[in-house]
């Protein structure tokens, strides 16, 4: 059995030496854990919080990573049903709708919604990983007929948090001090 070693903010270390995948879910783990790390404990006005001119919020952070998880886990990758709310959501008109709508929601509201997002995330890679792991190709291809692997799909997500957790850090430094990473 391997023990998952983890930092002082509880976030899993990634494997030092593990194979490709137990490497990349490892990375995309503590992505993950980073964003809850810098999000935990606040209220709404926490959540609510901007710097400077962005209009970006931690709430809204949690809402985003929840839908990107969604579209690319759920959607693209098994060519499935977004699901509730995302499915209902008229995109096209309003194309930030998760960053807006954000400051609508309770923080245990925002909380749950990206963790179940993560967990049908986790449950639709490892569904992927059965069934060809890193190079099975989505379901989904882009207009010039190019179909993202499983490993792409998981590196993008990497990218996609690691992105926002910059952002992460500098909301949650103005909101009360908090730093680190």
């Not at 903010?9 to 990634?14: C, I, L, N, S």
């Not at 692997?149 to 909101?175: F, T």
Request: glycine share 8%; net charge negative; aromatic share 8%.
């Amino acid at each position: 059995m391997t023990t998952v070693r983890t930092d002082e903010h509880g976030r899993p270390e990634p494997p030092v030496a593990g194979d490709e995948t137990a490497t990349l879910l490892g990375f995309l783990e503590y992505q993950r854990a980073t964003l809850a790390w810098k999000c935990r404990g606040l209220d709404e006005a926490g959540l609510r919080a901007t710097v400077g001119v962005s209009s970006m919020t931690l709430g809204g952070l949690l809402k985003h990573l929840a839908v990107v998880e969604d579209a690319w886990t759920t959607e693209r990758l098994h060519g499935r049903e977004a699901p509730e709310p995302w499915h209902s959501v008229d995109w096209d008109a309003d194309p930030d709708w998760e960053w807006r709508s954000a400051a609508g929601d309770t923080p245990d509201a925002l909380r749950a919604r990206w963790d179940e997002s993560v967990a049908r995330s986790r449950s639709a890679v490892a569904e992927a990983l059965a069934d060809g792991g890193l190079d099975r190709l989505a379901a989904w291809t882009w207009p010039d007929g190019t179909t993202p692997s499983l490993r792409w799909i998981v590196v993008h997500l990497i990218e996609e948090y690691a992105r926002h957790n910059g952002h992460a850090d500098l909301i949650r430094e103005a909101v009360d001090g908090s730093a680190g990473e």
